[in-house]
């Protein structure tokens, strides 16, 4: 089975504080992805990464950056939290290349900025 | 351009009742892919099925089955005999356009089941 984890299911941060939100899938998949999910607006895709030290910008990338040093991590940063990236904050992952690649998903990190 | 609607917001129904999930799509692609995904309230997406553009047979497993038809870009979710625990929230998606590997998602249907 596909294993997508993160390593807060929730987190409570402050107004300008820098954010890590850490993603691993153990199935050596090439691609891995950042989403948010607000009520209303489904999921919007921040970054993505088809490589090690590859990124392109999703639809909403404002505001955050990603880091992959190894195929199997991805890190969304938030430099400078704001209380409008109160969000739910899911990863996925695909194996390769390709329309047909199904996405598997973490559980998720609800992320609130006080 | 690429959208995915599901109209119905939320849904309630008695458990035994069956129910059927809308989704309407549009996309210019001749070659594409259809999803869908069930987010119980733990919060994980899970991966229900997966149907591309030149299979438009039904697909039927367990008490769940779908139903892709091209003529009305529709990919529509039917559980049959709904249990409480198919409360979740379901997403239909499309694979983005060629060249890109984006999923555009629908906004969901949040499935109650009453018991």
């Known amino acids: 089975d596909v294993k997508v984890t993160q390593s807060s299911r929730y987190l409570v941060k402050r107004t300008g504080e820098k954010v890590f939100l850490e993603c691993v899938q153990d199935m050596d998949h090439e691609n891995m992805f950042w989403y948010r999910q607000d009520p209303g607006l489904g999921l919007r895709l921040i970054y993505f990464s088809y490589d090690v030290k590859m990124k392109e910008k999703g639809d909403i990338p404002e505001g955050y950056s990603v880091s992959r040093e190894k195929k199997e991590r991805f890190s969304l940063i938030l430099e400078s939290a704001s209380t409008n990236q109160t969000s739910m904050y899911l990863c996925?992952?695909?194996?390769?290349?390709?329309?047909?690649?199904?996405?598997?998903f973490g559980p998720g990190t609800r992320l609130l900025v006080l | 351009a690429q959208k995915v609607t599901q109209a119905q917001t939320e849904i309630s129904v008695v458990e035994k009742e069956d129910v059927t999930l809308d989704c309407v799509y549009e996309?210019?692609?001749?070659?594409?892919?259809l999803f869908w995904y069930k987010q119980p309230p733990s919060g994980e997406l899970v991966f229900l099925i997966r149907r591309n553009s030149f299979d438009e047979q039904n697909e039927i497993s367990g008490r769940y089955s779908w139903n892709f038809q091209k003529s009305t870009s529709s990919f529509n979710f039917t559980i049959t005999a709904s249990q409480v625990v198919d409360s979740a929230v379901y997403f239909c998606?499309?694979?983005?356009?060629?060249?890109?590997?984006?999923?555009?998602f629908g906004t969901g249907t949040r499935l109650k089941v009453l018991a």
């Open positions: 998606a499309l694979s983005g356009p060629r060249g890109t590997y984006k999923y555009i």
């Open positions: 996309t210019r692609d001749t070659t594409y892919y």
């Open positions: 996925a992952s695909s194996l390769r290349q390709g329309l047909q690649e199904t996405q598997y």
